[in-house]
């Protein structure tokens, strides 16, 4: 079946402006992740939905960085007033129903800040 | 969670058995192993994870040691696709995983 998608693949921005990365979760999972991963370092947990809600959003590095999950599907990572040191990939996963599910990640986007 | 400790990088030669092994002196009780894979530039792969007991799948194979401080993750014959970074991670029910910067693999021809 078809696993977690994101897009865009890539995306470069300048620095100061506003950009959305995508995130299809496998359909029928309730839980959705993301997290960012900087060039040499693991993936880093950012927030966690569990459904429409924001179940912890402890990894949001600053109030520049929010997400929403409207109708517990698709969710929206948006970044404001983007700064180079956001430059990074992006990955989202999905897991069947949170806790201690296996979580399948997307192929990730990689954000340039410039 | 518990952290973890893995080798920063290690040879293995195609067709071979890769051992990577894995420390988890801190793990408690109802924590479980698990093991992911990142191939470049892809997001991270499923491979295997355990609590207790050794487990085996079609990729790979997992020993815990019986007192669950280490274990070591074994691609049976690792073919030039294996290379990767390879991560353990320790956790309990909770949301995250803590991937570390995990063991770079080279399966070399």
């Known amino acids: 079946g078809a696993g977690v998608s994101q897009t865009p693949s890539n995306k470069v921005t300048e620095k100061g402006k506003y950009v959305e990365l995508r995130c299809d979760p496998i359909?029928?999972?309730?839980?959705l992740y993301w997290y960012r991963q900087s060039l040499g370092q693991g993936p880093e947990f950012l927030i966690y939905?569990?459904?429409?809600?924001?179940?912890?959003d402890s990894g949001l590095p600053n109030d520049r960085f929010f997400a929403v999950r409207p109708e517990g599907s698709v969710s929206t990572l948006k970044i404001q007033r983007t700064e180079r040191g956001d430059s990074a990939v992006y990955l989202c996963?999905?897991?069947?129903?949170?806790?201690?599910?296996?979580?399948?990640f997307g192929p990730g986007t990689r954000l340039t800040v410039l | 969670d518990a952290k973890t400790t893995q080798p920063p990088s290690m040879d293995c030669a195609e067709g071979r058995a890769a051992n990577l092994p894995c420390n988890h002196s801190?793990?408690?009780?109802?924590?479980?192993v698990y093991w992911y894979r990142q191939i470049h530039s892809q997001g991270p792969q499923y491979i295997i994870h355990?609590?207790?007991n050794n487990e085996t799948n079609e990729m790979a194979s997992l020993i815990i040691t019986e007192d669950r401080k280490s274990s070591t993750l074994i691609l049976p014959h690792a073919t030039l696709r294996d290379t990767a970074v390879y991560y353990c991670?320790?956790?309990?029910?909770?949301?995250?995983?803590?991937f570390g910067t995990g063991t770079s693999l080279t399966v070399i021809p």
């Open positions: 939905f569990q459904g429409t809600g924001a179940a912890d």
């Open positions: 996963a999905s897991s069947p129903s949170g806790g201690a599910d296996t979580q399948y």
């Open positions: 359909s029928g999972h309730t839980a």
């Open positions: 355990g609590l207790k």
């Open positions: 801190t793990i408690s009780g109802n924590e479980y």
């Open positions: 991670i320790v956790r309990n029910t909770g949301n995250q995983f803590y």
